[in-house]
């Protein structure tokens, strides 16, 4: 069964800085794209950043780009984004997910990421 289990969300203040983990189970993680994805409130679902199986790819969306880092340790098996300069913009549920061709149909429980003074 595939398991992806997120962790590191947090309240920060503006400007700050958190680091989100997501540790899988289940599948070949080493094998997969993955990718970070967000919902802020009443909002739909947001493709953050993605990376390919050997992590020679990386994409941010441009609302995140120059501040957020996604990267991949496959011997742990787990997908970080390090997010820096945080706004309140950027409070949302973080989920990480296997991605598919543009499809995620695997992902986590997610992670509450909460910006604000």
């Known amino acids: 069964e595939v398991q992806l289990v997120e962790s590191g969300g947090d309240l920060v203040q503006p400007g700050g800085s958190l680091r989100l983990s997501c540790t899988a189970s289940g599948f070949i993680f080493s094998l997969y794209n993955m990718a970070w994805l967000r919902q802020a409130p009443g909002k739909g679902l947001e493709w953050v950043s993605g990376i390919t199986s050997t992590g020679n790819v990386i994409k941010y969306a441009d609302s995140v780009k120059g501040r957020f880092t996604i990267s991949r340790d496959d011997a742990k098996r787990t997908l970080y984004l390090q997010m820096n300069s945080l706004k309140p913009e950027d409070t949302a549920v973080y989920y990480c997910?296997?991605?598919?061709?543009?499809?995620?149909?695997?992902r986590g429980q997610g992670t509450q990421v909460t910006v604000s003074s």
């Open positions: 997910a296997i991605s598919r061709g543009g499809s995620y149909p695997n």
